[in-house]
């Protein structure tokens, strides 16, 4: 799928709107859909950790699941998966391993992301499969979420 920056933004902007919803709950604010070919949401997560003390419970995972089961396959060559942050190794890893055609993402993650942020398992010479990554989608807004989030944490964690 080939979307233009307009859609792309759409999305994200109403992946931000959830994760803003996830992070008064606790959860780190990071969401996730994946798209089919035809630009249809087929999965979405939000980060799920605290909620059920699961340390798989990254929005990427969730929505990846989902898809997964939805499309009663686990490979996803054809489509896109959108999320507000890089995602880590343990996802980045999760989305080679799935095939995924594309991953779009808000802000990048210079401490643990592993589509460059740290690693770039995307273009790891041990991967067997290429994904085209874009990167900086509405990063302003994604970051600035989730700087608020922490610092507000750390201010009740005083």
């Known amino acids: 799928m080939k979307p233009s920056d307009q859609a792309w933004q759409a999305w994200m902007k109403r992946l931000l709107h959830r994760a803003e919803q996830v992070g008064r709950e606790g959860e780190v604010p990071v969401s996730a859909i994946v798209l089919n070919s035809r630009g249809q949401c087929i999965g979405r997560g939000s980060n799920q950790r605290e909620k059920h003390a699961d340390p798989l419970g990254h929005a990427e995972l969730i929505a990846l699941k989902q898809a997964a089961h939805l499309r009663g396959d686990w490979r996803f060559n054809d489509c896109t998966l959108i999320v507000t942050l890089e995602p880590c190794p343990m ?22 992301g592993g589509l460059g942020g740290t690693v770039d398992l995307a273009n790891h010479p041990s991967a067997h499969h290429k994904m085209e990554v874009i990167g900086g989608v509405m990063e302003a807004e994604a970051r600035q979420l989730l700087e608020i989030w922490f610092k507000q944490r750390r201010q009740r964690n005083r």
């Open 91 to 112: 996802c980045a890893g999760a989305l080679v391993q799935a095939r995924m055609g594309c991953v779009v993402f808000g802000a990048h993650d210079n401490k643990r």
